[in-house]
């Protein structure tokens, strides 16, 4: 154990954040810059919190098993090299992980029954950069050819994964990307400060060093036939991820100025990419509305914020949570609470004109745009209330109306009754939007996808590519990995499932294999 007092002497503290005005004037890590010596301390009075508990939850709230224990007393002890040992063992990219991950760990710490849980994802970022400084992320040399070849399509997390455990099993591993750069979501669909792309592409030259082979800009089905590449190589692994979204089927959802999440955030990252000067769609001095409750809701937020919107608001139909886990989502759950990102501290800040740098304040005290009492048709499209959450909770979209350039206007919502979901007689509203932004998650790969019909996969009832307990498909030789057969998910999912398949893959071409396989494809999160 680190701190045999720990638990109780210190209190929890995050990674510092950078001043809201600060972060929205840039498209850097909202985080503090990695500052080396100036937050190790800080991160190792965290890490003395762990209770090292005698069966630690937490190991299985993260589907890679990172061995969490381990790592913080190293941490706490000041040896970060073996912390980094332990971390990279079970993650590899725990880069991604420590800066994307909702942390179920922390909800499944001890310390959450009654507590504040450790900071388990700040003690894992700060080991991964440490990890990085320290030299142990050296391109790992395989132990000899295999003399077998593995073609995996997409290169989102999940394939990534996949490629890496690969290569360093002596396969040679060729990573097939129809966007025009590696790294699928993690490149376009992540904005810059949530991961720097600087980041995504230091692991990627290490792969490169590595061994893995990158060809970007080809579509399997297209530029390139399935059976080509299955005829080209021994095995064949599908990591498309699930990027066919959901729609909003309302009326006037034709309009112009009404866009999917994924056709608005990529434009972004391509800005940044110096790709162009200006993204084809943009909210400068635009009032922007926001349809959708999730991370890439917020991903819009914290995009619209950053282009100058007028006002963005965000529409969530799910009412608002509590404070504190309920009953029904009783710990080690994840559960579903009242929780401000960055970019909803940003749109707060800006509003009342605080700092927002300290990282999430107390939410008893965060005011929430449940106005149903109130109208807001005039509203400008931002929160009215100075210090407002900028979301508007239990609200249903009814439809989009226009103006008579055909360009959308206004959107007209009500309150969602809490058990059907359906609009509440009298609580119509309307407000106004230039930028109608539809963020609703996604359903699975793209059901039109030449890869379906090529190799003639069999779909789930969800939608998503069928496969066994192995992860192979009923096609001999093809497997799928990731979002692509789990449905949408977090990114320590894609990655669990991009090792875990590797393990398949290379027990399949070898008849064995000492790859770790820390998930089976009908594991899932832990749920009531």
């Known amino acids: 154990?680190?701190?045999?007092?720990?638990?109780?002497?210190?209190?929890?503290?995050?990674?510092?954040?950078?001043?809201?005005?600060?972060?929205?004037?840039?498209?850097?890590?909202?985080?503090?810059?990695?500052?080396?010596?100036?937050?190790?301390?800080?991160v190792g009075r965290q890490a003395g919190r762990c209770m090292d508990c005698g069966i630690p939850f937490c190991h299985d709230a993260c589907p890679l098993g990172n061995l969490i224990p381990d790592w913080s007393d190293l941490v706490y002890r000041d040896n970060w090299q073996a912390a980094a040992e332990r971390l990279l063992a079970t993650n590899n990219f725990p880069e991604f992980t420590g800066r994307l991950c909702p942390a179920p760990c922390e909800s499944a710490c001890v310390l959450a029954i009654d507590s504040e849980p450790v900071t388990i994802k700040s003690i894992e970022a700060a080991i991964a950069e440490?990890?990085?400084?320290?030299?142990?992320?050296?391109?790992?040399?395989?132990?000899?050819?295999?003399?077998?070849?593995?073609?995996?399509?997409?290169?989102?997390?999940?394939?990534?994964?996949?490629?890496?455990?690969?290569?360093?099993?002596?396969?040679r591993v060729a990573v097939y990307e129809r966007a025009d750069r590696i790294g699928g979501l993690l490149r376009y669909?992540?904005?810059?400060?949530?991961?720097?792309?600087?980041?995504?592409?230091?692991?990627?030259?290490?792969?490169?060093?590595?061994?893995?082979?990158?060809?970007?800009?080809?579509?399997?089905?297209?530029?390139?036939?399935?059976?080509?590449?299955?005829?080209?190589?021994?095995?064949?692994?599908?990591?498309?991820?699930?990027?066919?979204?959901?729609?909003?089927?309302?009326?006037?959802?034709?309009?112009?100025?009404?866009?999917?999440?994924?056709?608005?955030?990529?434009?972004?990252?391509?800005?940044?990419?110096?790709?162009?000067a200006a993204p084809a769609i943009s909210a400068r001095d635009k009032r922007?509305?926001?349809?959708?409750?999730?991370?890439?809701?917020?991903?819009?937020?914290?995009?619209?914020?950053?282009?100058?919107?007028?006002?963005?608001?965000?529409?969530?139909i799910n009412p608002r949570p509590g404070e504190r886990r309920t009953a029904e989502q009783p710990w080690p759950v994840h559960p579903k609470t009242y929780r401000l990102t960055a970019s909803?501290?940003?749109?707060?800040?800006?509003t009342c004109g605080c700092d927002g740098s300290d990282g999430p304040r107390d939410s008893s005290r965060d005011g929430s745009r449940q106005a149903w009492d109130a109208p807001v048709a005039d509203a400008p499209g931002a929160s009215p209330v100075a210090g407002a959450d900028a979301r508007i909770f239990s609200a249903a979209?009814?439809?989009?109306?226009?103006?008579?350039?055909?360009?959308?206007?206004?959107?007209?919502?009500?309150?969602?009754?809490?058990a059907d979901r359906r609009p509440r007689p009298g609580t119509h509203q309307a407000i106004p939007a230039d930028l109608v932004l539809i963020a609703l998650g996604f359903c699975g790969p793209e059901p039109d996808s030449p890869l379906l019909g090529e190799l003639a996969l069999d779909l789930t009832p969800e939608g998503t590519f069928a496969r066994d307990h192995g992860f192979a498909t009923q096609v001999d030789g093809v497997f799928v990995a990731g979002d692509a057969g789990r449905g949408q998910s977090l990114i320590v999912w894609a990655i669990a499932e991009g090792r875990a398949a590797a393990a398949a893959v290379d027990r399949y071409l070898t008849g064995a294999t000492a790859l770790p396989a820390p998930i089976t494809p009908a594991d899932r999160p832990l749920v009531v």
């Open 344 to 350: 909803h501290e940003e749109a707060q800040a800006l």
């Open 130 to 171: 440490q990890a990085w400084q320290l030299g142990c992320e050296r391109p790992l040399a395989p132990p000899g050819p295999s003399g077998r070849s593995v073609a995996i399509v997409g290169s989102g997390p999940a394939g990534l994964a996949c490629a890496q455990q690969l290569t360093r099993a002596g396969h």
């Open 189 to 276: 669909g992540i904005p810059g400060f949530r991961l720097e792309k600087r980041l995504l592409d230091r692991r990627l030259n290490q792969m490169c060093l590595e061994g893995t082979e990158f060809h970007p800009g080809v579509t399997v089905g297209a530029d390139l036939s399935a059976a080509e590449l299955r005829a080209r190589h021994d095995a064949l692994v599908v990591a498309v991820g699930a990027t066919c979204w959901r729609e909003l089927a309302v009326p006037g959802r034709e309009l112009r100025g009404v866009h999917q999440a994924m056709e608005y955030l990529p434009l972004a990252n391509r800005v940044l990419e110096g790709d162009f």
């Open 397 to 418: 979209t009814l439809r989009l109306s226009g103006d008579p350039q055909g360009h959308v206007a206004a959107l007209h919502l009500a309150e969602a009754e809490p």
């Open 1 to 42: 154990m680190a701190d045999p007092k720990g638990f109780l002497t210190t209190p929890r503290q995050t990674w510092p954040r950078r001043s809201a005005a600060e972060r929205v004037a840039d498209w850097n890590e909202v985080n503090e810059v990695y500052a080396g010596q100036r937050l190790l301390p800080l």
């Open 288 to 316: 922007v509305v926001i349809v959708g409750g999730g991370d890439t809701a917020a991903d819009c937020l914290g995009t619209a914020l950053r282009q100058g919107a007028a006002g963005v608001t965000q529409l969530d």
